[in-house]
Each structure stands twice: as C-alpha cells, then as structure tokens.
C-alpha cells in the first residue's frame, strides 16, 4: 500500500480563480468532471456511539481510520465503500464497489448479507460494525473542482459549499435536505506520492494562507 502526501489550505475566491487558472495551464481536468469542470460528491460516514472517528481525528491520534460510502452527481449506479487510513500524517485509502441496493441495504441496518459479499473492505466494515459498534452517521455533500498530473501521481481538488445531512442518514434519498456546515470554507487539497513537481507546486502557491488540518466529517458533526 503507497501512503501519500497531503497538504490543505483554506483558501477565498480569489484565491481560487487564480489557482484555477495556473493549473489549466499545466494540469488536467479530472476526466470525470461535467462541463462545469466540476461535481457534486455525496458520501455517508460511519462512527459508533463513542464518535470513535470524530475523537481520533480531533485528539490527533497517529494511527486512525474512517469508512464511508460515496457516490457523484446523484449517480446511484456507481457507489464506492472506501477506507481512509492516516498514519505519521500520510494517507492511503482503499475501496469496493456498492451496489445501489446494496448501500441502501447498509443504511437500513440490513447487514448480514456483508459477511458472505466476497468483497474484503465488505467484509471488513461487518466486522466493524460488530466489533466497534460503527453504523452510517452523517451524510456529507460538497462541490469539488479536481484536476490532475501524472508526474508524482498529483491530484489537486478545491472543495467547496460543505453541506450536512443533519440526522438524515438515508443519503440515496434525494430528497435528503442538507445544509451549510457551520462557516463557509473553500479548501485547496493537493496530494502525490514520492515527489511534488515544481510546476504543480507554483500552480497552487498561495500566500499568507495557513495550511492545517481540515476533516468535512468533523464539520460536518456540528449539529450533533
């Protein structure tokens, strides 16, 4: 498993138009995006009663890991269950498809079925969910413009209007209302692998912007 790097910064609109622009110049649009250049990600996170998750990531535990189930632009016929594991501040994540039925399946505590799927990150998240007690917790949706480069296995994506489910965990439902996650926030994410070419690294150069720590989960959990 590669672990990769990852930076974010909290970026405004300026700076976003100019950021936009460099990295046409240089990179590749994600060849999934719309003619907008880009889409709309919904996914469904999981915790157990102790907010397993939320405290690892908020007490900076070393080692953690989050699951969630994701889908783009309200299309149901690819749904993915991906791992996010964070180790010495780099990241991997693994993943498994899903089923709309399936996902739906999920989230109606109808889980037997998962043991016997054939699909290792299936079978993984059972146990999970027997084990630590993990179920779908909060819904997440946000509009992400992504671009790439193949030097260094570069991907740079600028997320923004950061939506939560509230209580609503039923994320198939289109008609689930989210609504804005506490502040408006426009976050610039750029991860590779072993190196991080110059040109992508003036592209995204911003100033007097704090890189830090941000996780839409976590606020994502501000009702609760």
Known sequence: MIYRNEIKHFIDAGDRAAIIANLRRVAK???????????????LYFDNLA??????????VNEREKFRIRYYNGDTGFIQLEKKVKRNGLGYKV???????????????DTTWMATSGRGLVVELYAKMKAQGLRPRTIVD??????????????????????????CTDFLDPDCVTVPAGERVILLEVKWDAYLPTCIRHAVQVKNRREGAFS???VCRIYG
Do not use: C, M, W
């Open 29 to 43: 649009p994600d060849p999934h995006v719309g003619p907008k250049g880009n889409y709309l990600i919904r996914s």
């Open 142 to 167: 946000y509009d992400r413009t992504p671009f790439v480069y193949g030097p260094g296995n570069v991907r740079v994506t600028i997320d923004e209007n950061i939506r939560t489910g509230l209580r």
């Open 95 to 109: 993943s498994a498809p899903l089923t709309a039925e399936e996902a739906q399946r999920i989230v109606d505590g």
């Open 216 to 218: 839409k989960y976590e």
């Open 51 to 60: 907010d397993k998750a939320l405290r690892e990531k908020r007490d900076g």
